[in-house]
């Protein structure tokens, strides 16, 4: 069941399901700690003496956001019952409070009691042993704790009085099933303290005249001790929940808006999934710098384990992607964390916790009683890859100065050395797919533009015979990959080399849409001919013909695989696959239409994403579902990534005639730009977001 609408603020997640229940809750780090372990918080009605869950039958749910903000925007109807619930959730942008505003609108003529009931299931350090819940009268709240692990519960309705009923009770243990049973019948039993498995339920009665509405606010505060909870209490007590959501809408709206970019042509439905996109990921990346790959318990049905972790890899791509968009002080603390994480000699593992500890890996160290490094090369390439767009971009010497011999010296060498002295290509380790183990082309392309990288740093900081040797490292992976990997028989790279058992390689042909590397990271031209009959094979082979569409990873992707009508559908449509076909436009346009083409693209891209935006890792190739996690980090950076990339080469293809100047800015000076050229009357001068202020939200 895919994630929806998360809010967060880097330190406090939380996520929702399809059904509009919280389904976890991150604490201290995103993606470490989850506290509900997935288990369902409910939300329901009493009304006429008939209860619902709003995940029952009978309820029509809209799940979307505010626009350009980190509030939510929600509405469940229930016709049958004459009710509909209005809501907003947020996490404050500074402070571990979760906040939750209700509208509840009476939609009958008539006078009503109406009982509205919120349950928390939670499994506190990520167990539901040695839990406790309880009433705490000294701030009228429910509060649940485990350890240094606390969460306060509190309510305010608009005449300032706080929940009506609650109860605290066991749950999962000897048939029990918890209190949420309890509030079936309209009534909570006021148990005031429960030990172990627990859970608890608060109910709000609502008194209706007539039709209309009535408005009330809950709220979470978490923290590390019960008298930190208690301040964060009297904090949304005092200065109110309506101000806190306000201040964090207009925080994340000012945050999302801040760069003041010029978007030219861009129709307005991809500048909104855009800056959806950033504010997508900017939830899924904890203030310690980890960029996690996605948060979604549901995935661990599969194989008892999560994408809740920083893959280097991810997170380079990532960071590249925020770069682009101005974001150095998120990519900047993303960085220092590489740092803290780097092996001793010089290459990244499998993928870490948020906490820098290494993380589950299925990567073994040995084979065939043969030592080997359980590593994807590729992750390290990219760290130093990215880190050269980072300073490239941003021009902070000195924090790369910090980062040089630290992180980019000591992965270079381990890139120079870590080669085959008869190919010049890397030794072998695993895909970025994680499924197999060889000489990949696309760790190749990852690995030449690490070294590439490493070579312009060395030549930075005056170390010139270290730039000469990355260079010369860099050269003879290039001269490998076309010797090798690029197959003049198939008229196109191949996949992967794999060493055989006796000496020698053996060719893995399988069209597969990493090789978008070879281009991506400028290791070839987007118009070199090696590139274009690759690009060719891919699209042709890849793209599911289907009504759906979209791009699988490669030929008969077995991972969640629906179809095994390969011949038509060689793999589920993956967004960043289908988004790499975009970048490949975009690179390799010349011509303002040329260019256009990859928008068809992006507009795929938002017709498969759900209401609000979020996107998955991959979609179902006959319906269009979302399949595995969501949201995917990876997959809105790519639209982050193909965005700016688009903008950048906009700014190429549109020069004056006579100086070859730029007539078009993508960034806040590009709104000081006055042209009459005939192709600008098709690239509008966007204004300042400030003006559009009248147009905003208020809660």
């Given at each position: 069941?895919p994630?929806?609408?998360?809010?967060g603020?880097?330190?406090?997640?939380?996520?929702?399901?399809?059904y509009?229940?919280i389904?976890?809750?991150?604490?201290?780090?995103v993606?470490?700690?989850?506290?509900?372990?997935?288990?369902?918080?409910?939300?329901?009605?009493?009304?006429?003496?008939?209860?619902?869950w709003?995940?029952?039958?009978?309820w029509?749910?809209?799940?979307?956001?505010?626009?350009?903000?980190?509030?939510?925007?929600?509405?469940?109807?229930?016709?049958?019952l004459?009710?509909?619930?209005?809501?907003?959730?947020?996490?404050?942008f500074?402070?571990?409070?979760?906040l939750?505003?209700?509208?509840?609108?009476?939609?009958?003529?008539?006078?009503?009691?109406v009982?509205?009931?919120?349950?928390?299931?939670?499994?506190?350090?990520?167990?539901?042993v040695?839990d406790?819940?309880?009433?705490?009268p000294?701030?009228?709240?429910?509060?649940?704790?485990?350890?240094?692990r606390?969460?306060?519960?509190?309510?305010?309705?608009?005449?300032?009085?706080?929940?009506?009923?609650?109860?605290?009770?066991?749950?999962?243990?000897?048939?029990?099933?918890?209190?949420?049973?309890?509030?079936?019948?309209?009534?909570?039993?006021?148990?005031?303290i429960?030990?172990?498995?627990?859970?608890?339920?608060?109910?709000?009665?609502?008194?209706?005249?007539?039709?209309?509405?009535?408005?009330?606010?809950?709220?979470?505060?978490?923290?590390?001790?019960?008298?930190?909870?208690?301040?964060?209490?009297?904090?949304?007590?005092?200065?109110?929940?309506?101000?806190?959501?306000?201040?964090?809408?207009?925080?994340?709206?000012?945050?999302v808006n801040?760069?003041?970019?010029?978007?030219?042509?861009?129709?307005?439905?991809?500048?909104?999934?855009?800056?959806?996109?950033?504010l997508?990921?900017?939830?899924?990346?904890?203030n310690?710098?980890?960029?996690?790959?996605?948060?979604?318990?549901?995935?661990a049905?599969?194989?008892?384990?999560?994408?809740s972790y920083?893959?280097?890899?991810?997170?380079?791509?990532?960071?590249?992607?925020?770069?682009?968009?101005?974001?150095?002080?998120?990519?900047?603390?993303?960085?220092?964390?590489?740092?803290?994480?780097?092996?001793?000699?010089?290459?990244y593992?499998?993928?870490?916790?948020?906490?820098?500890?290494?993380?589950?890996?299925?990567h073994?160290?040995?084979?065939?009683g043969?030592?080997?490094?359980?590593?994807?090369?590729?992750?390290t390439?990219?760290?130093?890859w990215?880190?050269?767009?980072?300073?490239?971009?941003?021009?902070?010497?000195?924090?790369?100065?910090?980062?040089y011999?630290p992180?980019?010296?000591r992965?270079?060498?381990?890139?120079?050395?870590?080669?085959?002295?008869?190919?010049?290509?890397?030794?072998?380790s695993?895909?970025?797919?994680?499924?197999?183990?060889?000489?990949?082309?696309?760790?190749?392309?990852?690995?030449?533009?690490?070294?590439?990288?490493?070579?312009?740093?060395?030549?930075?900081?005056?170390?010139?015979?270290?730039?000469?040797?990355y260079?010369?490292?860099?050269?003879?992976?290039?001269?490998?990959?076309?010797?090798?990997?690029?197959?003049?028989?198939?008229?196109r790279?191949a996949?992967?080399?794999?060493?055989?058992?006796?000496?020698g390689?053996?060719?893995?042909?399988?069209?597969?849409?990493?090789?978008?590397?070879?281009?991506?990271?400028?290791?070839?031209?987007?118009g070199?001919?090696?590139?274009?009959?690759?690009?060719?094979?891919?699209?042709k082979?890849?793209?599911?013909?289907?009504?759906?569409?979209?791009?699988?990873?490669?030929?008969?992707?077995?991972?969640?695989?629906?179809?095994?009508?390969?011949?038509?559908?060689?793999?589920?449509?993956?967004?960043?696959?289908?988004?790499?076909?975009a970048?490949?436009?975009?690179?390799?346009?010349?011509?303002?239409?040329e260019?256009?083409?990859?928008?068809?693209?992006?507009?795929?891209?938002?017709?498969?994403a759900?209401?609000?935006?979020?996107?998955?890792?991959?979609?179902?190739?006959?319906?269009g579902?979302?399949?595995?996690?969501?949201?995917?980090?990876w997959?809105?950076?790519?639209?982050?990534?193909t965005?700016?990339?688009?903008?950048?080469?906009?700014?190429?293809?549109?020069?004056c005639?006579?100086?070859?100047?730029?007539?078009?800015?993508?960034?806040?000076?590009?709104?000081?730009?006055?042209?009459?050229?005939?192709?600008?009357?098709?690239?509008?001068i966007?204004?300042?977001?400030a003006?559009?202020?009248?147009?905003?939200?208020?809660?």
């Amino acid at each position: 069941m895919p994630r929806d609408i998360p809010v967060g603020n880097g330190t406090l997640l939380v996520t929702f399901d399809q059904y509009y229940r919280i389904r976890d809750i991150y604490y201290p780090y995103v993606g470490k700690e989850n506290h509900s372990e997935g288990h369902p918080f409910r939300f329901g009605v009493w009304v006429d003496r008939v209860f619902s869950w709003v995940d029952a039958e009978g309820w029509q749910r809209a799940l979307k956001y505010l626009d350009e903000t980190l509030v939510s925007d929600v509405l469940c109807a229930n016709a049958g019952l004459g009710i509909e619930l209005s809501c907003n959730d947020a996490v404050d942008f500074r402070r571990n409070i979760y906040l939750r505003k209700v509208m509840v609108r009476n939609c009958r003529a008539a006078e009503r009691e109406v009982r509205v009931f919120l349950h928390h299931d939670f499994y506190i350090s990520e167990t539901e042993v040695g839990d406790t819940a309880y009433f705490d009268p000294e701030t009228e709240a429910i509060i649940h704790y485990k350890g240094n692990r606390y969460f306060l519960i509190g309510c305010l309705t608009a005449g300032g009085a706080g929940f009506d009923q609650y109860a605290t009770g066991r749950k999962a243990v000897q048939g029990v099933e918890g209190t949420w049973r309890d509030a079936e019948d309209g009534l909570l039993s006021g148990n005031p303290i429960s030990q172990g498995a627990v859970d608890s339920t608060i109910g709000i009665n609502l008194q209706f005249k007539d039709a209309g509405e009535i408005s009330f606010y809950y709220w979470i505060a978490v923290g590390n001790s019960y008298q930190e909870v208690c301040e964060l209490n009297r904090l949304v007590l005092q200065r109110g929940p309506r101000l806190l959501m306000q201040r964090t809408a207009d925080y994340w709206y000012a945050w999302v808006n801040k760069q003041e970019l010029n978007f030219g042509n861009l129709p307005g439905a991809i500048i909104d999934h855009y800056k959806r996109s950033l504010l997508i990921v900017r939830t899924q990346i904890d203030n310690g710098g980890a960029i996690i790959a996605a948060n979604d318990t549901d995935i661990a049905q599969f194989s008892r384990d999560t994408y809740s972790y920083m893959w280097p890899r991810d997170g380079a791509l990532v960071a590249y992607a925020l770069d682009l968009a101005g974001y150095s002080g998120v990519t900047g603390r993303f960085f220092q964390f590489c740092r803290d994480i780097l092996h001793k000699d010089g290459y990244y593992l499998h993928k870490y916790n948020a906490d820098r500890s290494p993380a589950s890996s299925w990567h073994a160290w040995i084979k065939d009683g043969e030592r080997q490094l359980p590593i994807q090369e590729d992750e390290t390439a990219l760290i130093v890859w990215a880190l050269w767009h980072h300073f490239d971009q941003h021009r902070n010497l000195e924090f790369i100065a910090s980062l040089y011999h630290p992180v980019i010296t000591r992965a270079a060498d381990f890139m120079a050395g870590y080669r085959d002295k008869e190919t010049g290509l890397p030794l072998p380790s695993w895909d970025l797919w994680e499924e197999r183990r060889g000489v990949m082309t696309f760790t190749s392309s990852a690995v030449w533009a690490g070294l590439q990288a490493a070579s312009r740093f060395a030549s930075l900081f005056g170390d010139v015979q270290e730039a000469e040797r990355y260079q010369a490292a860099a050269d003879e992976v290039k001269r490998g990959m076309i010797a090798h990997l690029y197959r003049p028989e198939l008229k196109r790279f191949a996949r992967m080399l794999s060493i055989k058992p006796g000496g020698g390689y053996e060719v893995d042909a399988t069209i597969d849409a990493s090789l978008c590397g070879i281009f991506q990271f400028g290791t070839f031209d987007a118009g070199d001919e090696m590139v274009v009959s690759t690009m060719r094979a891919i699209e042709k082979r890849l793209w599911a013909k289907t009504a759906v569409g979209g791009l699988a990873r490669y030929e008969n992707d077995y991972y969640h695989q629906v179809s095994k009508d390969i011949s038509n559908v060689a793999g589920n449509p993956w967004f960043i696959c289908t988004l790499w076909l975009a970048q490949y436009r975009i690179a390799k346009a010349a011509t303002l239409e040329e260019l256009e083409s990859s928008l068809e693209i992006l507009e795929w891209v938002i017709s498969h994403a759900l209401p609000s935006g979020v996107l998955a890792e991959q979609v179902h190739p006959y319906t269009g579902q979302p399949l595995s996690v969501s949201p995917l980090t990876w997959s809105h950076a790519t639209v982050v990534m193909t965005v700016m990339e688009y903008l950048r080469k906009l700014e190429r293809l549109v020069v004056c005639d006579n100086c070859g100047r730029p007539m078009f800015r993508l960034d806040r000076r590009g709104r000081e730009i006055v042209s009459r050229d005939e192709d600008l009357d098709r690239i509008p001068i966007v204004n300042c977001p400030a003006d559009r202020a009248s147009d905003r939200f208020t809660l």
